[in-house]
């Protein structure tokens, strides 16, 4: 069994992390599909901090030895998945820059055309009635 200083630093670092990603939600500094999987691990941290039997309990179901290692693991694995969200996230908007740089070129083309075709109108039209 661990020390309760052990626990209580738990609960408080899990508080710690709802409190601040909640805070973010709410001043939409994080949009919620990003906040899901830090809800989740911040949910998972409160409920072995305020039950530790809960961690014991299911480490012993799934046949972990060590506890400890149960949580190294899904915390690993929480990370795991929310790089794979950043990375399929950050696919999408390199499309997506893509796509509008591409459009951007060309619509820079075509108002350079238009402004070439106006100017030369523009001075055959002088000319012509000079």
């Known amino acids: 069994m661990m020390p309760l200083g052990t626990y209580i630093l738990g609960i408080v670092a899990a508080l710690f992390t709802l409190g601040v990603v909640i805070e973010m939600l709410r001043r939409r500094r994080m949009r919620e599909r990003h906040a899901v999987w830090w809800l989740v691990a911040g949910c998972l941290a409160l409920i072995i901090g305020?039950?530790?039997?809960?961690?014991?309990?299911?480490?012993?179901?799934?046949?972990?030895?060590?506890?400890?290692?149960?949580?190294?693991?899904?915390?690993?694995?929480?990370?795991?998945?929310?790089?794979?969200?950043?990375?399929?996230?950050?696919?999408?908007?390199?499309?997506?820059?893509?796509?509008?740089?591409?459009?951007?070129?060309?619509?820079?083309?075509?108002?350079?055309e238009l402004e070439r075709r106006l100017a030369d109108g523009s001075h055959g039209e002088s000319h012509g009635t000079a």
Do not use: K, M, Y
């Not at 809960?54 to 506890?67: F, N, Q, R, S």
């Open 50 to 112: 305020v039950f530790p039997q809960v961690l014991a309990g299911v480490a012993v179901a799934i046949g972990v030895e060590i506890p400890t290692n149960l949580v190294f693991f899904v915390s690993i694995l929480v990370l795991f998945l929310v790089s794979i969200q950043h990375s399929s996230e950050l696919t999408t908007l390199e499309q997506r820059s893509r796509t509008l740089a591409e459009e951007s070129a060309l619509q820079d083309l075509r108002i350079t």
